[in-house]
Nanobody, 124 residues
Framework: VQLQASGGGLVQAGDSLRLSCTAS????????VGWFRQAPGKDREFVAG??????NIKYGDSVKGRFTISRDKSTVSLQMNNLKPEDTAVYYC????????????????????WGPGTLVTVSS
């Protein structure tokens, strides 16, 4: 499975961005998906994740109330509102092939497929 993330860019604090993740398979809805990010000099961290069905969602503590993850048949989106300079990072779309309708990948070790990442820069 090849993933592709798009939508990154340079914005000011308080602005919004919407990231999109698409996959090279028709059956993208069979994969639980997570968004992770990595800032310079820091470890990769979990941002948000969604189960195969879309009924289960999790967020990292630092983005709760500001970010929203959603999915349709072909795309997993991450709506990012009220962006802060500390949100600056490369954002990665990640998918797992666990056949479990409740599962959400929240750790890098749980991920089977990674996209190449998209850079989000938030200026103060």
């Amino acid at each position: 499975v090849q993933l592709q993330a798009s939508g990154g860019g340079l914005v000011q604090a308080g602005d919004s961005l919407r990231l999109s993740c698409t996959a090279s398979v028709r059956t993208f809805t069979e994969y639980p998906v997570g968004w992770f990010r990595q800032a310079p000099g820091k470890d990769r961290e979990f941002v948000a994740g969604i189960s195969r069905t879309g009924r289960n969602i999790k967020y990292g503590d630092s983005v709760k109330g500001r970010f929203t993850i959603s999915r349709d048949k072909s795309t997993v989106s991450l709506q990012m509102n009220n962006l802060k300079p500390e949100d600056t990072a490369v954002y990665y779309c990640a998918a797992d092939q666990v056949a479990n309708n409740q599962f959400i990948p929240t750790k890098s070790a749980e991920v089977d497929f990674w996209g190449p990442g998209t850079l989000v820069t938030v200026s103060s």
